[in-house]
């Protein structure tokens, strides 16, 4: 059965470093997200990509963070300069289609700034 | 805002007891409802989903829900719960018109004491 991957599992990187948190979506999707998990808190919708730009984006998402789809597999978040306060769960996910509203989840990654 | 809330964070049950997990949504238009599952160490996985017509879903594992829309709940039952129900419950919405994004919930931890 096809699922979406995410590497690596867990990141731990330094404040004011950069990250890239990497997605492998289904391959015959459309629509993808990011969403992250603070330790005890929501899950947060982050950003949605469809057809190579973002198509929404939430307050969280600021100028630090960037998503991007380089070669048509690959689904890439990047934080520019981590903070404290970005250690969370990220949770990729894909969709099929406008009319598919179905979104299937990546396991994640587990990123810890410190 | 739009906005979702589970009404308990955490249950224990016995083994075959029956489980009602609370959800309420704030939204304008139609929407969509999801319960999704998140067993100890894997992926959120969808459990079921309502986007029209019969408002009593069934999902998988025994698991069905209730849409009722003057009370703007979406409701998770199981007859009987099963130990290997130990998990996350995550209700979730999106709005049929957007991007698909998705507003969680706050998440029900239950715990099935054999």
């Known amino acids: 059965e096809p699922e979406v991957t995410q590497t690596p599992s867990h990141q731990v990187t330094q404040m004011g470093q950069e990250v890239i948190l990497r997605c492998v979506p289904i391959s015959n999707h459309l629509y993808f997200y990011w969403y992250r998990q603070i330790l005890g808190q929501k899950v947060e919708f982050l950003v949605s990509?469809?057809?190579?730009?973002?198509?929404?984006k939430s307050e969280i998402f600021d100028d630090q963070f960037s998503v991007e789809r380089p070669d048509g597999s690959n689904f890439t978040l990047k934080i520019r300069s981590t903070k404290l306060e970005d250690s969370a769960m990220y949770f990729c996910a894909s969709r099929g289609g406008a009319h598919i509203n179905e979104q299937f989840f990546g396991p994640g990654t587990r990123l810890t700034v410190l | 805002a739009q906005s979702v809330s589970q009404h308990n964070h955490h249950v224990i049950l016995s083994e075959a007891a029956s489980l009602e997990l609370g959800c309420n949504y704030s939204?304008?238009?139609?929407?969509?409802l999801f319960w999704y599952v998140q067993y100890p160490g894997q992926h959120l996985q969808l459990l079921l989903k309502y986007f029209s017509g019969d408002p009593l879903v069934k999902g998988i594992k025994g698991f069905e829900a209730e849409f009722i829309k003057s009370k703007f709940s979406f409701n998770l039952r199981k007859p009987s719960v099963q130990w290997s129900d130990t998990a996350e419950y995550f209700c979730?919405?999106?709005?049929?018109?957007?991007?698909?994004?998705?507003?969680f919930g706050q998440g029900t931890t239950l715990q099935v004491k054999p």
């Open positions: 979730a919405a999106s709005l049929s018109s957007n991007t698909g994004k998705l507003i």
């Open positions: 990509f469809y057809n190579n730009e973002i198509s929404e």
């Open positions: 939204y304008g238009g139609t929407v969509n």
